[in-house]
C-alpha cells in the first residue's frame, strides 16, 4: 500500500486492457463530478488485484493501492475533508483517505472492522456505504463441523472441530480419509482429513480457487475444480498426496461456457462427469473421458432458470 500521500503511475494504454500489464477491470464506481472512474484491475506481473484510478474517458489511469475486493468511494462528510476508499486487504475492512479532487491517497489506511465476509475470485465484498456515509457489513462466516452418525441418526463422533466448511464433502473409497471445501482469507481450498480427525493437511493454496474434490476410485489423485485468480473454472487432477502441481485435464474448455466442476468418479476409474458449477442454472453436463483425454455432453439444462427437466444430449 502506498502512503506517502502519491499516486504511483502505471504505464498501461487504457483501463483493463489486454498488453497492458493489467487485465479484469471489474466493480468500476464513478467519483464526484462525473469525469473519472475508480476500479480494480488485476496486475498480471505482481499476480495482485489493484485499485486504480482514471479519468473518463482517458487513456493515464493511476495505480492507487493492492486490494482483496472491490474498492468504494466514501464522500466526505464535511467541506474541505478527504473522502475515502473502503476496501479489504489481508482479512481488515479498511478506510483509506482519498483527494478524489486532486486524485491522490490523503494519509494511512485506517481498519474498520474483521473477518467481513469477502469473495477473492470475484472481488465481491458484504459492504455498502450511502451517500451519507453511513456503511453496513455482515461480519462472520458461519462456522460447521464435520460428525460421523449411523444409520439411525445418533452422532457416532467427530472429525475435527469447527472450521469454514463450505460443502463439499467426500470420503475416500476405503474410508479412511476425507476431502472437504474449506473458506479460508475469502476463498475456498481443499483440505484433507483422517477418519479420526487426528491428522490434517491443506491440500491447495491460493491464489487459485479450488473446490469440490472427488477421489478417483483408488484413491490416489483427487478431481477438482480449480479457478485462477482470473478466469473460469477447469478440470483438473492431483496426486493425493499433494505432490506435484495440478494438472489441467485437457488443453481446450470445450466450450466458452463451461466450467469445469466435477460430481463424481467412475468406479472403473475410465470417467469423471462435471457441470458449469453454477447451481440452480445449470445448463449441461459432461463426461470426461480419461484414456483419451476429451470431453462430450451428457444431459442438458433445456431452460435456464430453476426447476427445468433435462434432457439427453
Do not use: C
Amino acid at each position: 500500500m502506498n502512503n506517502n500521500n502519491q499516486v504511483v503511475g502505471a504505464s498501461v494504454s487504457a483501463p483493463g486492457t489486454k498488453g497492458s500489464g493489467f487485465e479484469g477491470l471489474r466493480w468500476p464506481q464513478f467519483l464526484p463530478g462525473g469525469d473519472r472512474l475508480v476500479y480494480t484491475a488485476f496486475d498480471k506481473q505482481l499476480q495482485q488485484s489493484r485499485a486504480m484510478v482514471a479519468d473518463y474517458p482517458g487513456d493515464k489511469p493511476a495505480l492507487l493501492m493492492q486490494t482483496d475486493s472491490r474498492v468504494q468511494y466514501a464522500p466526505p462528510l464535511r467541506p474541505g475533508e478527504s473522502g475515502h476508499l473502503v476496501f479489504i486487504h489481508a482479512g481488515s475492512l479498511l478506510a483509506q483517505p482519498f483527494d478524489a479532487d486532486r486524485v491522490r491517497l490523503a494519509g494511512e489506511a485506517l481498519p474498520i472492522a474483521q473477518n467481513v465476509i469477502y469473495y477473492r475470485p470475484n472481488l465481491a465484498a458484504a459492504v455498502s456505504i450511502s451517500e451519507t456515509g453511513v456503511l453496513v457489513y455482515h461480519a462472520g462466516f458461519p462456522n460447521a463441523q464435520l460428525k460421523w452418525y449411523d444409520r439411525n441418526g445418533n452422532e457416532a463422533g467427530e472429525v475435527r472441530r469447527p472450521s469454514l466448511y463450505w460443502g463439499n464433502v467426500r470420503i475416500s473409497g476405503d474410508g479412511r480419509r476425507i476431502a472437504a471445501t474449506v473458506w479460508n482469507d475469502g476463498a475456498p481450498g481443499i483440505w484433507i482429513f483422517s477418519v479420526s480427525g487426528r491428522e490434517s493437511r491443506q491440500f491447495t493454496f491460493f491464489p487459485e480457487i479450488h473446490r469440490r474434490p472427488v477421489w478417483s476410485p483408488d484413491g490416489t489423485r483427487l478431481a477438482f475444480g480449480k479457478v485462477p485468480d482470473h478466469g473460469s473454472p477447469r478440470l483438473v487432477t492431483l496426486d493425493s498426496t499433494g505432490n506435484g502441481t495440478p494438472e489441467d485435464f485437457a488443453g481446450e474448455s470445450p466450450s466458452d461456457h463451461t466450467q469445469g466442476i466435477p460430481t463424481d468418479w467412475s468406479p472403473d476409474g475410465r470417467f469423471i462427469v462435471f457441470d458449469d458449477g453454477v447451481g440452480e442454472e445449470q445448463r449441461l453436463v459432461w463426461i470426461a473421458n480419461l484414456a483419451s483425454r476429451t470431453y462430450r455432453p451428457f444431459l442438458k439444462n433445456s431452460f435456464p432458470q430453476m426447476g427445468s427437466s433435462f434432457f439427453a444430449g
